[in-house]
């Protein structure tokens, strides 16, 4: 049947087998290793990547409040002068028989259930 081995030749095959085990533990020690390094390059790729399109974003943002404020800024400025176009055209009338004073403008026309028009506003935003 099987022949069978020595104890000097049990112990050969055994350090062999261990020593087999320890080379492929070592080199999958090294695989490791080498992942690890290949894991960190890209990690440090994508933060790199992340920091830019955060910047980029900020940037934008900050650009799109700064563009907006001006717009914002040039509206009211615009609506303050609407109102004091309007006041100057006041006519006050002082009714004796009240006692009260009425002020009219002559060329325009108020209905409070009109909002006023605000510029670049939409009807659902000015009700």
Known sequence: MGHKLTASQETALLQATVRAAHEAISALNDLMAQAQKVL?????????IHQTQVQQLSNYFQTEMNRQSAELNVSVDNARKLILEHFAQVQPEYDAK????????????????VPPPYPHATPEETS
Request: charged residues 30%.
């Open 40 to 48: 960190n390059g890209y990690l440090r790729g994508f933060d790199k």
């Open 98 to 113: 009240d006692g009260v004073i009425r002020l009219y403008w002559p060329n325009l026309q108020f209905d409070e259930h």
